[in-house]
């Protein structure tokens, strides 16, 4: 066990970390809910005692990294297991289409915005543990019963049963990062943390984009039966997986460490109430809710079918697995240099987020200039404008994220991070719908995803933010 002890804070906040203001609630007693109190072995060893005995960093806040990565893996490749082998599935289940594939994907987003508020009160309720277990035995459930039958209707019904499940499990697998990071992480590793478990969750595209190594293509030797079989047995993977995770995280996974890793995990943190009232009443967290929702929801979302937009281009899906597999691993590698990054350059967040808001934007505006044809398609500059615009977007997560903590501090991190991602999924939702309207090549998306990209980063660079949990740490 490796122990760092500092010297420890008072129990009571010290008066910079939030104003009234800014807070709303501050001056109830009843707003503010200690998070020292879960430190320490037993329930009645948390509070200041526990803090004072000195701030503490666990190797096993490794396997917490791992475990919950894996699940983060898993539950991206349920959410886009259709798009990257559309053709397949449009040949060998009538009534699939691009229309189906949206849906089954949109119901993640759909579920996630009408129960979050529900699930992340109960996970603040009872417990990171409980919720995480919770999340993974619901994905377990649903990926389980796609494997029932490949028979149509019910295997299609099956299919949407499966994309509210991954739904309903959502909530926690892209709002846990930041408070696993935060209460098991020091400072010097928390955005590094976060941006693991952020790119753990993209790297699962990279299963989703092999697909097609499993599933054939339709062709002359290759009957309807074939691929029915083909895709059974890619539900039967999927299914065996999740059951992994959940399995590795029955074994061990608790709420919180004894003792904090940082001073600013164990200062009080606003419940559930007063902390959504702190939201809503800051201005510039607004600003930045509503800039993260149009900037990160499009791209997100045109992952999950952009085989429709790289047809016209001349890429089946047998080849634009390749885009997308690329596309995964860089969007799931260099969120982690940013996070590392950040973690070495407290102070320039603001900058790096804006400067790669700008190159997704560039990249976003080239495939559209070859989308209409403006520049001669080539497959090289399909790649790096795909991948590129696709890569910068998703690295700039972990900063949105942790400029909106600093932001809304002492607004609890799970919160925060849920609401960030209900914005994206609101407009990614909205982008998926946009796909029942009738157009064979999708030009839309690409001016779309340009406008999304560039305009957003125009108000931010006119906004001050401050570093409120980050100074509480470092000084």
């Known amino acids: 066990m490796v122990q760092t002890h500092t010297e420890a804070r008072p129990a009571t906040t010290p008066p910079h970390t939030h104003t009234q203001q800014d807070v709303g609630h501050e001056k109830e007693p009843l707003a503010l809910e200690s998070s020292r109190k879960s430190y320490g072995s037993g329930g009645s060893q948390g ?28 539950h991206n490749i349920e959410w886009i297991t259709w798009g990257p082998v559309s053709e397949s599935m449009n040949a ?22 009408l129960f979050f508020i529900p699930i992340i009160w109960a996970a603040q309720r009872y417990g990171l543990r409980a919720s995480v277990l919770a999340s993974a035995a619901v994905l ?49 590793e928390r955005t590094t943390a976060m941006a693991i478990m952020v790119g753990a969750h993209e790297l699962g595209g990279i299963a ?26 890619l539900t039967y993977i999927a299914a065996g997986l999740a059951a992994v995770s959940l399995v590795a995280l029955v074994v061990y996974f608790p709420s919180k460490p004894p003792r904090p890793p940082s001073l600013s995990s164990s200062e009080e943190r606003l419940r559930f109430i007063p902390g959504l009232k702190a939201l809503v009443r800051n201005k510039t967290f607004m600003l930045l809710l509503v800039c993260y929702g149009v900037f990160v929801g499009p791209p997100v979302m045109w992952m ?50 804006i400067t790669l808001m700008l190159l997704s934007a560039g990249c976003f505006f080239w495939f559209l200039l070859l989308s209409y044809g403006v520049l001669p398609v ?19 997560m972990p900063l949105f994220i942790e400029l909106s903590i600093n932001l809304a501090y002492p607004v609890p991190e799970l919160l925060v991070t849920s609401v960030l991602i209900a914005a994206d999924n609101i407009v990614g939702a909205v982008f998926l719908f946009l796909f029942n309207i009738p157009d064979e090549q999708h030009l839309w998306v690409t001016y779309t995803l340009t406008l999304c990209c560039s305009l957003t980063a125009v108000p931010l660079a006119a906004v001050t933010f401050p570093s409120t949990r980050t100074d509480i740490d470092i000084g």
């Not at 080539?378 to 700039?396: A, H, I, K, R």
């Open 47 to 74: 509070g200041e005692e526990g803090v004072s005995q000195g701030i503490t960093t666990y190797p096993s806040r490794m396997w917490m990294l791992f475990s919950f990565s894996l699940l983060c893996w898993v």
């Open 92 to 113: 060998a289940f009538p009534g699939w289409g691009p229309s189906t594939v949206a849906l089954i994907t949109n119901w993640g987003t759909i579920i996630y915005i």
């Open 140 to 188: 377990t459930a649903g990926a389980g019963l796609r494997c029932i039958t490949s028979t149509t209707p019910a295997f299609t019904i099956l299919c949407h049963v499966c994309g509210m499940a991954v739904g309903l499990s959502s909530p926690i697998m892209l709002a846990a990062p930041t408070l696993i990071a935060s209460d098991w992480f020091p400072v010097h």
């Open 208 to 233: 989703s984009f092999l697909e097609p190594l499993i599933v054939r293509l339709p062709g002359p030797d290759v009957t309807t039966a074939d691929i029915r079989h083909d895709v059974m047995r």
């Open 304 to 353: 999950t079918v952009m085989d429709y937009s790289l047809l016209p281009l001349g890429f089946h899906q047998n080849k634009a697995m390749w885009v997308g597999v690329m596309a995964v691993v860089m969007a799931g590698t260099l969120p982690v240099v940013v996070g590392r990054l950040n973690d070495t350059l407290h102070r320039y967040t603001k900058t790096m987020l």
């Open 378 to 396: 080539t497959d090289w500059q399909v790649y790096v404008s795909t991948v590129g615009g696709l890569t910068f977007s998703y690295s700039t």
